[in-house]
């Protein structure tokens, strides 16, 4: 064991020789200012340990909203989006209000003639299946047809012939309070009870109640999809159902906060919706100036979704190739690092950063893919619309914009929209590790101050060991000195008296060297 003090010592020629060894158990001694070190100590570093599991959280996710891509990510993005671009010029269709209806009609009269058969109808036209189904489902609401605007408004303005979960609602609260609710012609919410006479459409237990807000609800939307079976008959396409767009619009107008008036004193907004639902907005006139309504109903919507699903294809295709470009590069760059050359070896590839989800590259690659089809769907719908009108006149923007990729459009704003978000939440989570990391510095240099304190206790009570050590040394030396002078006296009268020794005892001497010699 090393020696904490090596110290040497001479008094009158005697040299004394002290050496100062640490003890084995420090905590037998230990006082309670050590004590308090060591729990201090003991308590930082948990909570430096929790500080470094934020401090990893943090880098992480920073890691994830940070925009890692290079020249041929981007190089492969552009590509995509020029393909993408390729085939939304060659096989998108124009976007068309008039087809959109027709196949809209064409889709919503086969429905209906199918859900009639299901339920009992023996036919297979269109006429017999709605009149099958409005008598098999009566919907009580039709009782306050006319206190809604009749065959023309009640399904716009009587909300629960809307075929939303809020027509759903208004449905069960007409079988519960006996009262139908909507608008009226100023677009002002209308509360109509119904007649007593009416109440056998109304369930007469909680089960009826369900059965007639919910089934006969669901049968009935069915039946006015197509219109009336009177107005089938005379061959005209009928009213119909307002779409959940112009259900929602419908709904919203309602409330309070629109309170803009026109001059005969009617809601602006719901005139609006009105003339878009009865088709007066959309509608286009001849060249006799006759009105041609073009109607934005159920019917229409639908046929506008099928019409914005044929625009979505470029645009799933674009989305497939930038994710499948990102994954095997990633994949091919993580076998590369990790040196895979069998099966066995894929256990080591880091399969996170391979998927082409929640990471800032993969977006930004996206924004530029989208960005890139989008740049030549418009350069293309505006080349067009300007052969077509010959140049910017009137008719340019209406032509440019049946030209235009919606759900292209859209999904460029998306994609331009989170690579903003993620770049303003790195910001955010950066300054938080900031924060993190100054916690960090200051409880490091806590630590460091406590182990200061510990070494100058202990350089204390080194301090006192070392003078007690001193102490020690003077006294022993003091004694072995004076032990060594009386040792020297001695000797010194062992001479003196020899001489008498030999003159009262002779040969005792003789007999001590013998002694001194041989033993």
């Not at 904490?4 to 020789?17: G, M, N, P, Q």
């Not at 023309?152 to 075929?163: E, G, I, K, V, Y």
Request: proline share 2%; with cysteine.
């Amino acid at each position: 064991m090393n020696a904490l003090v090596d110290l040497k010592s001479t008094c009158e020629d005697f040299a004394v020789e002290f050496e100062v060894l640490p003890s084995v158990d420090f905590t037998k001694n230990m006082d309670e200012r050590q004590k308090r070190i060591i729990e201090g100590m003991a308590s930082i570093d948990e909570q430096l340990a929790e500080n470094q599991k934020v401090l990893d959280q943090f880098n992480a996710e920073i890691d994830k909203l940070t925009n890692n891509g290079d020249g041929i990510d981007y190089m492969a993005a552009v590509s995509s989006g020029v393909l993408a671009g390729i085939i939304d010029m060659l096989f998108v269709e124009d976007f068309s209000i008039e087809k959109a209806n027709e196949w809209g009609n064409e889709k919503t009269d086969n429905f209906v003639v199918k859900i009639a058969q299901k339920q009992g109808y023996q036919g297979d036209d269109l006429a017999g299946a709605v009149k099958f189904l409005e008598d098999k489902f009566p919907l009580a609401a039709d009782k306050a047809t006319n206190d809604f605007g009749g065959g023309l408004q009640h399904h716009l303005r009587d909300f629960s012939h809307h075929p939303t979960p809020v027509g759903l609602f208004f449905s069960l609260m007409t079988q519960f309070t006996g009262k139908v609710y909507g608008t009226d012609v100023a677009g002002v919410f209308k509360i109509v009870t119904l007649k007593e006479s009416d109440f056998v459409l109304l369930g007469k237990n909680f089960p009826e109640k369900i059965t007639f807000g919910v089934v006969n609800w669901f049968f009935h939307i069915v039946s006015d999809i197509a219109g009336s079976s009177s107005s089938i008959l005379n061959g005209k396409v009928g009213t119909g159902l307002p779409g959940p767009l112009v259900s929602l619009l419908k709904e919203i107008s309602a409330l309070p906060i629109f309170k803009n008036m026109n001059e005969k004193g009617y809601k602006e907004f719901s005139v609006w919706i009105s003339k878009l639902f009865n088709g007066t907005l959309l509608g286009k006139r001849d060249e006799n100036g006759k009105l041609n309504p073009i109607k934005f109903d159920l019917r229409t919507e639908l046929g506008v979704a099928q019409q914005l699903g044929k625009q979505a294809i470029p645009v799933i295709i674009n989305e497939c190739i930038v994710r499948g470009f990102y994954f095997i590069r990633r994949f091919f760059m993580e076998m590369s690092s990790n040196h895979v050359k069998k099966i066995e070896d894929l256990k080591n590839i880091n399969w996170e950063s391979t998927l082409p989800v929640k990471n800032r590259t993969i977006i930004r690659m996206l924004t530029i893919a989208t960005g890139t089809m989008t740049a030549i769907d418009l350069a293309d719908a505006a080349i067009e619309s300007m052969v077509k009108s010959g140049g910017v006149g009137p008719a340019f923007a209406s032509n440019m914009l049946v030209k235009v990729n919606f759900i292209g459009v859209g999904r460029f704003a998306i994609a331009v929209g989170s690579d903003v978000k993620m770049g303003v939440k790195r910001s955010r989570l950066r300054n938080q590790r900031i924060v993190a990391m100054n916690e960090h510095i200051f409880l490091m240099n806590g630590k460091t101050f406590y182990k200061q304190a510990e070494m100058w206790i202990t350089a204390e009570d080194a301090g006192e060991i070392i003078n007690e050590a001193y102490e020690m040394m003077e006294t022993t030396g003091k004694i072995y000195a004076k032990a060594y002078s009386d040792m020297k006296y001695d000797l010194k009268q062992i001479g003196v008296y020899s001489k008498k020794i030999e003159q009262n005892n002779a040969g005792l001497l003789d007999e001590i060297n013998d002694i001194f010699r041989w033993g």
